[in-house]
């Protein structure tokens, strides 16, 4: 879920009333936050070696998040991938999760089209944008690849939860999905 619309139902559940002003300054303040605490933010087991293995089969994928890039930036050296590693982020796109945009803009941004794509997320609203977009869902954990839908226990929700929602595949962590590419048609370049 995008940050505006994750403020709104904060905002609905707790009855509380805020300024465009005072929320603008909510998502700066998150923003700093995380900027502050981002030593402590570890990719998940097997997440640098799955977009490894991915590149060197030929599959080509892009990193899209709900995220500002000032933030999602971040995590690319913690990835140890380079800064022109394709990535769509908030920024960059007119509506965030649960809109497709930042799926179909990193779709294009591989030249691949949407509904020969994989969307790897971590939530429900990851689910919702994917099937919105075209795209097959893979639950898995916060790291997204071009591809179709599969989706990882790792964003907080569980299996069932993910399932109900649509996800073609639930995996545990990125490790988990690489030990499986087969069951997503994953094969090395011809």
Do not use: N
């Given at each position: 879920?995008?940050?505006?619309?994750?403020?709104?139902?904060?905002?609905?559940?707790?009855?509380?009333?805020?300024?465009?002003?005072?929320?603008?300054?909510?998502q700066v303040t998150?923003?700093?936050?995380?900027?502050?605490?981002?030593?402590?933010?570890?990719?998940?087991?097997?997440?640098?070696?799955?977009?490894?293995?991915?590149?060197?089969?030929?599959?080509?994928?892009?990193?899209?998040?709900s995220g500002y890039a000032r933030a999602a930036?971040?995590?690319?050296?913690?990835?140890?991938?380079?800064?022109?590693?394709?990535?769509?982020?908030?920024?960059l796109v007119r509506?965030?999760?649960?809109?497709?945009?930042l799926f179909l803009a990193g779709a294009a941004v591989v030249q691949v089209d949407p509904r020969h794509a994989m969307v790897v997320g971590?939530?429900?609203w990851d689910?919702?944008?994917a099937r919105r977009a075209g795209a097959v869902s893979l639950r898995r954990a916060t790291m997204v690849t071009k591809s179709p839908r599969d989706y990882a226990t790792s964003g907080g929700y569980?299996?069932?939860e993910l399932e109900r929602a649509?996800?073609?595949?639930?995996?545990?962590?990125?490790?988990?999905m690489l030990d499986r590419l087969d069951e997503l048609g994953v094969r090395f370049a011809d």
């Amino acid at each position: 879920m995008s940050g505006g619309l994750f403020v709104s139902a904060l905002l609905r559940e707790t009855g509380l009333k805020l300024t465009r002003e005072q929320i603008d300054e909510l998502q700066v303040t998150h923003a700093e936050a995380y900027e502050q605490q981002v030593h402590s933010v570890k990719p998940l087991p097997g997440a640098a070696e799955l977009l490894s293995e991915l590149t060197a089969r030929g599959v080509p994928w892009a990193i899209a998040t709900s995220g500002y890039a000032r933030a999602a930036r971040l995590a690319l050296g913690m990835l140890g991938l380079p800064e022109d590693t394709p990535m769509v982020t908030r920024d960059l796109v007119r509506r965030a999760k649960p809109d497709p945009d930042l799926f179909l803009a990193g779709a294009a941004v591989v030249q691949v089209d949407p509904r020969h794509a994989m969307v790897v997320g971590d939530s429900v609203w990851d689910l919702l944008a994917a099937r919105r977009a075209g795209a097959v869902s893979l639950r898995r954990a916060t790291m997204v690849t071009k591809s179709p839908r599969d989706y990882a226990t790792s964003g907080g929700y569980g299996r069932d939860e993910l399932e109900r929602a649509g996800a073609f595949r639930v995996y545990a962590d990125p490790a988990d999905m690489l030990d499986r590419l087969d069951e997503l048609g994953v094969r090395f370049a011809d």
